[in-house]
């Protein structure tokens, strides 16, 4: 099995996360709710609540918000109405882009995202369109400093990790998701601390963006959805050369 690094679109993911931190929990809380909703609010029975915890905690979710969230989707305060949705389309250059959105209002949500990507020269695409571009992953990102890589690889694998990626400052542990959380679970009782840790819709093949202005039309669009309230996670199949995000990243 061969895995993409998603480490590019993380690092963009961590610069937003650090000036929109109260949307970010926000979306959290959403998540939270729903994932209560459908599986009750105990973490020990609901592998889904689990998940999306490990990844609010390692973003400094307040306590307070998580029990607040928890309670929603219980019904302690009040029944939610969160309808979860996917949409596909293209960002320019041919990208491929899938989004996953949790909202009370489909026309509302769907006239903003159809918005988004007019307005930074992509387009929407019918279900089934890009969906089949992504394949759905457990991964796990930790910095090189803390293990050495054989080290890693076997406890990993043996921990029943699918593959390992090495890359310039991290590794990339790559599972099914059904073995995501055992998986991160061993890495953690070894003091390991990741990056990131989350099932993600990761890209088949990468697509190829060398142009500079192109690089910008999709890196505007994908924080544009990504800001966007409804929107929950964004997975895309860019596959940008590092000189480019760092002049991006340094204009930011």
């Given amino acids: 099995m061969s ?10 993911s961590k610069g937003l996360l650090d000036t929109k931190r109260g949307k970010i929990f926000a979306k959290f809380s959403k998540e ?30 307040p306590v307070d918000n998580i029990d607040r969230a928890i309670k929603k989707g219980t019904g302690e305060l009040g029944n939610i109405t969160y309808e979860e949705l996917i949409y596909e389309g293209y960002a320019p250059g041919g990208v491929a882009v899938l ?26 695409a019918g279900a089934g369109a890009v969906k089949h571009l992504f394949r759905r992953h457990g991964q796990l990102l ?38 995501f959380e055992a998986v991160h679970k061993v890495l953690e009782a070894k003091g390991l601390k990741p990056n990131a840790a989350e ?15 192109t690089a910008k039309s999709v890196l505007a669009l994908l924080e544009a959805l990504e ?26």
């Fill in 3 to 12: 895995g993409h690094s998603k480490w590019s679109k993380i690092k963009r």
């Fill in 32 to 61: 939270i709710a729903v994932a209560c909703k459908h599986g009750g609010g105990d973490p020990g029975f609901n592998p889904r609540l689990r998940t999306i915890l490990m990844k609010a905690r390692a973003a400094n979710m």
């Fill in 99 to 124: 989004i996953e959105l949790l909202t009370d209002n489909k026309n509302r949500s769907a006239g903003e995202i159809r918005a988004i990507f007019t307005k930074y020269g992509g387009n929407m």
């Fill in 142 to 179: 930790i910095a090189k400093d803390q293990i050495a890589e054989d080290d890693l690889i076997t406890l990993a694998l043996d921990a029943g990790a699918a593959d390992i990626q090495t890359h310039a400052e991290n590794y990339e542990v790559l599972t099914e998701p059904l073995q």
């Fill in 199 to 213: 099932i993600a819709y990761l890209p088949v093949t990468l697509t190829p963006v060398v142009d500079e202005k």
């Fill in 227 to 252: 800001d966007n309230e409804d929107v929950q996670n964004v997975y895309s199949s860019e596959d940008i050369p590092d000189a480019i995000l760092e002049n991006e990243n340094s204009r930011n």
